[in-house]
């Protein structure tokens, strides 16, 4: 099993290379196509049913659980290669985790496309409509730090048999009631399996941004000089939750099944058949600090270079209130 990859020129240590699908040695600069993350194959997609038996637990390399004492996000690291560092945080006060426990290792992969330095102009670009933000920078050095993260996330395919009841108006006046059925493919539905990030709204929007279809299958190469957060939303939950995002979904079918009429107050009853899941960990830049005691992060999406994340607002609000209060004393005069 291999553990680090070393350079078979000079012997320096090879980490990934966002945007490049390669291996990049640090001290010779030589470069190493990955062959899985050019390859067509497409990322497999898992039996729900079985996953207890036919999950991989194979991270093709000494994975080891990290934990952080000051804010308890969990990642995964590379055993040669840990850093010390929890990337949610900054703290340097990590904790190995249950050495005993079995891993799920992820199916595919997709690979960042972002730089570090093209995530610091995308974060400098959206700064300039933060109020606070001179003070925030000057006041935090690792404002100017992004960490590069892979995050867990599941998609799930299930095919759905639905049954709806609705209404829907005719000649502006009649409600007439009307049924029907459908069949629907749902494909590639995600799940962010990080509570730590899925629990806000902002950062949840910026990692629903994925071109799922673009993911490859998964190589421990990928992860040279990046951890993984471990997922904290098991398969199962992952499915679960899923609920009313789902069956909001497949509401909005129901009108896009050629039928001109707009059905409304729609009612359904939706069986589930052969429900398939892909375990994919994603690419984030994340950036957090602390300002008044509260842990703010900023997120940029790895692949697509969509971000968003917390941002203290206090001094935003009592500035626009001050624009309102001058706006108005002039429109008196
Ligand atoms: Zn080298
Ligand atoms: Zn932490």
């Not at 036919?54 to 040669?80: F, P, R, Y």
């Not at 993911?215 to 679960?240: M, Q, R, V």
Request: glycine content about 8%.
């Amino acid at each position: 099993m291999e553990q680090t990859r070393k350079c078979p020129s000079c012997g320096g240590t090879m980490i990934f290379k966002p945007g490049w699908d390669s291996l990049l040695c640090q001290s010779c600069g030589r470069k190493e196509i990955i062959p899985e993350l050019v390859s067509k194959i497409p990322v497999e997609e898992m039996d729900f049913l079985t996953a207890q038996n036919t999950a991989s637990h194979d991270w093709g390399m000494e994975a080891k659980v990290v934990v952080c004492k000051q804010c308890g996000a969990a990642t995964i690291q590379n055993k040669l290669q840990l850093s010390g560092l929890c990337p949610f945080c900054g703290s340097t006060t990590v904790e190995s985790g249950d050495p005993e426990q079995d891993i799920m290792a992820p199916n595919g992969v997709i690979p960042f496309k972002i730089t570090e330095e093209r995530a610091y102009y995308i974060f400098k670009d959206w700064i300039k409509d933060r109020f606070l933000a001179p003070e925030l920078l000057a006041q935090n050095a690792r404002l100017n730090q992004f960490y590069g993260i892979y995050v867990p996330m599941f998609t799930f395919d299930v095919l759905t048999e639905n049954r709806y009841t609705g209404h829907y108006t005719e000649d502006s006046r009649r409600t007439l009631f009307k049924s029907g059925k459908f069949q629907y493919q749902v494909d590639d539905f995600p799940v962010v399996a990080s509570k730590q990030l899925a629990s806000d709204k902002l950062i949840l929007s910026v990692l629903k941004d994925y071109r799922t279809r673009e993911a490859k299958p998964y190589t421990p190469e990928a992860l040279a000089g990046f951890p993984c957060e471990h997922y904290s939303i098991g398969l199962t939950d992952a499915w679960n939750s899923l609920g009313n995002d789902l069956n909001f979904h497949l509401q909005q079918q129901v009108n896009k099944q050629g039928d001109s009429r707009y059905i409304m107050g729609i009612e359904m009853a939706t069986d589930y058949y052969n429900l398939r899941y892909k375990y994919l960990i994603v690419p984030v830049w994340i950036n957090s600090f602390f300002y008044d005691n509260r842990l703010y992060t900023i997120v940029i999406n790895g692949q697509t270079g969509k971000i968003d994340g917390q941002w203290p607002k206090s001094f935003g609000t009592f500035a626009k209130k001050t624009a309102l209060f001058f706006l108005g004393s002039f429109g008196a005069v």
